[in-house]
């Protein structure tokens, strides 16, 4: 990963120039880690031997090592639980709950991140078992390989304090993102923290902030239901709701809402640790954060109004007050840049193969007022109800023209695919499904059109089972799901 010591974004390492400012005053940042030697020098896992590098951590239920693939030359993350530890430190202590314990979490962890699929949420490799000890002693270890991560955003904010406000833009957009995508999924995140944004070098795709430590997450089975939970997370992003009736403190995503607006904060102002900024001592939960702190931070000048309104709202004491989820932060957030005049990213420029700078007539940049286009990303919720019986073999492919409103949920006919219509003066980048049923591919056939096709093997493969159990079987079945397309709007001058 790289720092342009000009514009103070990060970009991936395998780039020679600043793919933002174009300037070629370039650092190259070693990772945000310092590794600890491991007792064992490799490991096999699932028939492949890995070189075990060195300990990247140790948490309170397990360890991450970095390791490599001696054929290939890849690097890795392998997380293991504690009972792992004749691997890392054999002369430690722990009791048989800790380990059992640890081992539970891991699986928890690895049972979430199997099933999501969003840039913004740790990539899991592989997941398995490995022996570990001999005769009464030997025992299967759980154990996953995920991405290698550059190192995590408080240690960023901590050694390089000066980076862009747009980096820092860029980390809370895309964090909000992944909680929104979770929240559809109706997941409670319950650990957010700038120790747990990874930051990922993704090469040609970019630098990537992630979510990471899935083993304090919880499923809530329905809109409006809440639970009740038990306290985690880091002191100073804790919601003090619950210290205001521990007895009845319920889970919902506002608990996610509430740290994802304690962290904006301090990155918006550029500090690792708002209690250090601020000079606070003793118990966060004692703060008011959105009185006390955001309302300071806005007569001090040090966020714009319509910024800290947001960030207020988000961090309100009363649960009741805040948004319901991460995509209306989100949405806010987008808002108040708007309003704000602040560019919230900064596209960047053509870079070509040989990896010089080729300079575009015009910088696309969704904010400034120069620009003659603007970029928006839309995430458009869609259903889909599929009667029954169904018969496959009347299924008959149409398409279904309807015009784009924001807002509205589309709902796509049972057997027919849907081409949305844009505004005229928009282009197509690009479109796919990133939450709802698999049976559904996406086109960019024209400027300003997209195509949603039903595949109809895929429906046969998805409902055959279910359909063919019963013969008699009436009704319908409903299906929900979430499209993400990106555009480009020509501007009108003026």
């Given at each position: 990963m790289k720092l342009c010591n000009n514009c103070k974004r990060l970009f991936s390492s395998k780039i020679d120039v600043c793919i933002y400012c174009g300037s070629q005053d370039l650092k190259e940042l070693p990772p945000f880690y310092h590794l600890i030697p491991a007792e064992w020098d490799e490991i096999t896992l699932n028939n492949v031997l890995y070189h075990i590098v060195g300990v990247i951590g140790r948490g309170g239920f397990g360890y991450v090592l970095k390791i490599v693939n001696p054929k290939t030359n890849e690097f890795f993350a392998l997380k293991l639980p504690l009972s792992a530890h004749l691997l890392v430190e054999p002369g430690i202590i722990l009791t048989d709950s800790k380990l059992m314990e640890s081992e539970k979490m891991l699986q928890k962890e690895i049972n979430i991140l199997q099933r999501q699929s969003h840039l913004?949420?740790?990539?899991?490799?592989?997941?398995?078992?490995?022996?570990?000890?001999?005769?009464?002693?030997?025992?299967?270890?759980?154990?996953?390989?995920?991405?290698?991560?550059?190192?995590?955003?408080?240690?960023?904010?901590?050694?390089?304090?000066?980076?862009?406000?747009?980096?820092r833009i860029k980390i809370i957009r895309e964090v909000a993102s992944a909680l929104s995508y979770l929240h559809r999924k109706m997941i409670v995140y319950r650990d957010m923290s700038q120790k747990n944004i990874l930051i990922m070098d993704r090469g040609a795709q970019g630098v990537h902030y992630v979510l990471s430590d899935f083993g304090t997450y919880k499923q809530v089975f329905s809109q409006g239901t809440t639970q009740k939970t038990g306290l985690v997370g880091t002191e100073r992003y804790i919601d003090p709701a619950y210290w205001t009736n521990m007895e009845k403190y319920h889970r919902d995503p506002r608990i996610?809402?509430?740290?994802?607006?304690?962290?904006?904060?301090?990155?918006?102002?550029?500090?690792?640790?708002?209690?250090?900024?601020?000079?606070?001592?003793?118990?966060?939960?004692?703060?008011?954060?959105?009185?006390?702190?955001?309302?300071?931070?806005?007569?001090?000048g040090k966020i714009p109004e319509s910024i800290g309104k947001v960030l207020q709202k988000a961090t309100d004491r009363n649960p009741d007050n805040r948004y319901g989820d991460a995509n209306e932060f989100l949405d806010a957030f987008k808002r108040a840049l708007r309003e704000s005049n602040i560019s919230a990213t900064v596209t960047p420029l053509v870079i070509e193969t040989n990896k010089s700078v080729s300079i575009a007539n015009e910088k696309l940049n969704d904010n400034l007022p120069s620009s003659k286009t603007s970029k928006e990303e839309l995430t458009i919720p869609f259903a889909v109800k599929i009667n029954l019986p169904l018969k496959f073999d009347d299924a008959t492919m149409m398409i279904k023209p309807i015009r784009y409103e924001k807002g509205k949920k589309i709902l796509f006919p049972t057997m027919e695919g849907t081409q949305i219509i844009f505004t005229e003066a928009a282009k197509i980048e690009t479109g796919k499904i990133i939450d709802g049923p698999s049976f559904y591919k996406v086109e960019t056939p024209g400027k300003n059109i997209l195509n949603v096709r039903l595949d109809k093997e895929r429906l046969k493969s998805t409902l055959r089972p279910l359909v063919t159990l019963s013969s008699d079987l009436q009704g319908y079945l409903d299906f929900e799901g979430v499209l993400e397309v990106t555009i480009r709007k020509e501007l009108t001058n003026g």
């Open positions: 913004g949420i740790i990539g899991i490799i592989e997941s398995g078992t490995f022996v570990l000890g001999k005769g009464k002693k030997k025992k299967e270890i759980p154990y996953y390989i995920m991405e290698l991560a550059e190192g995590d955003v408080e240690t960023l904010m901590h050694t390089y304090p000066d980076i862009s406000l747009q980096e996610d809402v509430y740290s994802l607006g304690i962290v904006a904060t301090e990155l918006w102002i550029g500090t690792p640790n708002w209690k250090e900024f601020m000079g606070i001592q003793g118990n966060a939960l004692a703060v008011n954060f959105a009185e006390d702190i955001i309302k300071e931070l806005i007569t001090e």
